[in-house]
């Protein structure tokens, strides 16, 4: 069997470029078929959600700046962006500003004797030791004091655990309607929590003489209090005992006092 002619023999180049050049003239028919224009797309062919934050080039949104410096105006109309607009979930904080933007807090303070003096933008914080608590109370009215057996419950403050203090109160006695020649003697006790050696007693005579019936002194007392884990209650007591003289009619003893009490576990 014989071939024609113009099978057996090779092509020559002019044949194979117009051979290619068709070929890729249908190909570009092909592409150009399935292109889209410019400015063909809109809202209509885009689907809701389908556009998220990976998708758009970062600073690429926005007012633009030409390298002559000018200022190519925003592409998004005031107001035109709104929640409805955005995937849930899609802006965090790589696409936010976090110069106008404030980061979850996720840092705290590894001690509690420490408090957050500052929060970075990122949510990181810095602590410093905290100022010790201070606690404080005061009478409201004086009390009376009439028994040298039973003592009379001044004031009382409970104070948080975890901490050790020292205390400090200041009972204030007055003593009237006395006789001359009574001897009053006052003892009060501030004791802070359980622990028995955190107290402190102190005693003040008042000698009535003839003429002077109505006296008043101060008593400062001071106690240690250690740590404990549980809230602790600090109280304040007086008891009174008239001695010489007539025993009646027994003298007035009012006890008014103030209170306050320091936190020292960061001192320890």
């Not at 068709?22 to 292109?35: E, N, R, T």
């Not at 303070?109 to 990122?122: D, E, F, G, L």
């Not at 009237?176 to 028995?196: E, F, I, K, M």
């Amino acid at each position: 069997m014989h071939l024609p002619s113009v099978l057996r023999r090779r092509p020559s180049a002019p044949l194979v470029i117009s051979i290619v050049a068709l070929v890729m003239s249908l190909g570009g028919v092909g592409y150009a078929a399935v292109s889209l224009p410019a400015n063909s797309v809109g809202t209509a062919q885009i689907r809701n959600n389908a556009v998220t934050y990976t998708k758009i080039n970062p600073d690429s949104v926005g007012r633009v700046r030409l390298a002559d410096g000018g200022v190519i105006t925003s592409k998004l109309a005031n107001n035109s962006v709104s929640y409805q607009k955005i995937q849930p979930g899609a802006v965090g904080h790589v696409r936010a500003n976090l110069d106008q933007l404030q980061a979850r807090v996720t840092g705290t303070c590894s001690s509690t004797n420490q408090a957050i003096t500052a929060i970075s933008r990122t949510g990181t914080t810095t602590c410093a030791s905290a100022p010790p608590l201070e606690f404080g109370a005061a009478t409201t009215a004086p009390v009376t004091v009439s028994s040298d057996t039973a003592a009379a419950s001044i004031l009382t403050k409970p104070l948080p655990g975890g901490s050790s203090y020292v205390a400090f109160a200041t009972p204030y006695v007055q003593v009237t309607n006395g006789q001359a020649g009574q001897q009053v003697n006052v003892s009060c006790t501030l004791a802070v929590g359980p622990a028995t050696t955190a107290t402190q007693t102190r005693t003040v005579s008042i000698q009535l003489g003839s003429t002077l019936r109505a006296q008043a002194t101060s008593i400062p007392l001071v106690v240690t209090a250690p740590s404990s884990t549980n809230a602790v209650t600090a109280s304040l007591s007086c008891t009174r005992t008239v001695l010489g003289g007539t025993p009646t009619p027994a003298p007035t003893v009012n006890v008014s006092a103030s209170f306050n009490a320091l936190q020292t576990q960061s001192n320890n």
